[in-house]
């Protein structure tokens, strides 16, 4: 379970296993374990039906929430039909996998290698789609900065 | 000539459409927006009025925004009248837009009941814009608010006014709360716990009159004591948007009846959202789901469409969610359904109530009641949703389930379902490259 303590460091600051967004499961009585996060869906369930635009691409091409933007509204919370993308009910906002900005502390950290890291080609289709969204991730990072 | 589309309607339903003809065509074509207000989100209006963001953040497509998609607008005009064999669009000002195609996606309006008082002053609605900053500004510290409904619009402004500390009284006609989200157990449990947080809840009520008492309002009922209030919310329904549509030919039931393309008897009109009668996902069944992920995903399958696609829509799945004073509350698909096999389970230690619903081994509908600081609540909450979505049979999965509802996750990721949902995407398209499916 080293990967739920990375992530919710990475996540929070603090080591918190209930704040992980990669959560891992035991099978047939803890003979096997399965982890399990965001597959980053290239449609982003989570993203289309923010009502207000706080779920775009980052750089890395993982949908991200913007705090700022966030208004806690938990839609996304029932959008994602793979229970990917969590809600902290002290900061009253959505949070989810945003693969650490590229560099996923659950992969460092895991000791059988059996969490991987590939950068994947995405279909054409995304070409406009995603355009949008990474241009808006960028702009709300820019404003977000300004008024900080 | 370039194709001109017109979009009635600047809720999410018609800015969906439009985005997703922009990211099919880049700007190719005319495309005309006519919005009887500037386009503001509904959803985030209780957030607003809980003084949680400032009213500009409301706003969904700035002028800027809309001309950068070259979208030209009728902003504050309202459609009066709809030719549909002359393909023209008459709005309120006289003036008459021609298209080649059209999308109704006019949303809905509350209604209030048939009483006395009702329309009078300090009795308001909360569902535009307008009628929001008139509950804004009617609303302090102190503040004695009766609201009249406990449906889904009612609630999702109970936290927004408990943070205001204004004294909060909810008065239903119905003999429970949320009567179309949650079943007698779960309305129970909600009961109780609003009760522990100094909500006030009285079912069976059916008000009679509002009168005016200096300054004050007194609510009259067919039976029980008045009660006094500063300030009404009437929570008590809404209706769609269609009498424009009136005499165009384009075939109206409860709403606009559309095709899997979301198109309706005219072969260039479409419709999305609230006033569209169209495929539940579950029942295969017509159905006007005026919920805002239907609204997004119509209008993204019209806007597709209308720009060319061939996208068939597999219909939508009613789920609504809702948190009161840190109490989520969830319901999917058809979680009422009195021909389905139900079996639920209460935790009472957590507060958290599950029941599901199967026909055959297939997850027709869910209901989840949880703790909004319990991981498993929200995790469950989105598996939930995808059980439904994926409508695929869950064999040996269901007993388990059928045991123990809290152990959502294990049959979530055994049966498969990441697999079955990754090809599902709202405009069918692959989700990941072919070699990447786990």
Known sequence: ?148 | MATRHVIVGGGTAGLNAILAIREHDRGASEVVLVSAERPYSRMVLPYYLGRGIAEAHVFTASPARLAQLNVRTHLGRRAVGLDAAAGKLSLDDGTVVEYDDLLIATGSSAVRPAVPGADGPGVHSFWTLEQARGVVAGIREGTHVVMVGAGFIAFTILNAILALKARLSIVEIAPRILPRMVDATGARMVETWLARHGVAVRTGATLTAIEEAGGHRRLRFREGDDLAADLVIMATGIRTNLEWVNGSGVRVNRGVLVDEHLRSSVQNVYAAGDVAEGRDLVTGEPAVHAIEPTAMEHGRVAGANMAGRDVAYRGSLLMNIVEVCHLDIASFGAWEDPAAEACAAERPERFAYRKLLWRGDRLTGAMILGMADDIWTTNDVGMLKGLTQAGNGLGAWKAHLSRNPFDVKSAFIASGTTARLLPQTILGRPSLPAGLVP
């Open chain 1, 1 to 148: 379970m080293r990967c739920e303590l990375a992530c919710s460091y990475m996540q929070t600051g603090t080591f918190q296993p209930a704040r992980s967004v990669i959560r891992v499961s035991p099978f047939e009585a803890h003979t096997s374990y399965a982890p399990y996060t965001c597959t980053q869906c290239a449609e982003g369930w989570c993203m289309t039906a923010c009502p207000v635009e706080a779920i775009s691409i980052s750089p890395v091409g993982a949908k991200a929430v913007l705090d700022d933007l966030c208004v806690g509204c938990k839609l996304c919370t029932i959008a994602c039909p793979y229970g990917t993308i969590f809600y902290n009910p002290e900061t009253r906002k959505a949070f989810k996998c945003d693969l650490c900005g590229g560099s996923p502390a659950c992969v460092e950290v895991c000791p059988t290698a059996a969490i991987e890291y590939e950068e994947a080609e995405t279909a054409d289709w995304l070409g406009s789609f995603a355009a949008e969204r990474s241009a808006r991730h960028r702009e709300a990072q820019l404003a977000g900065a300004e008024a900080r």
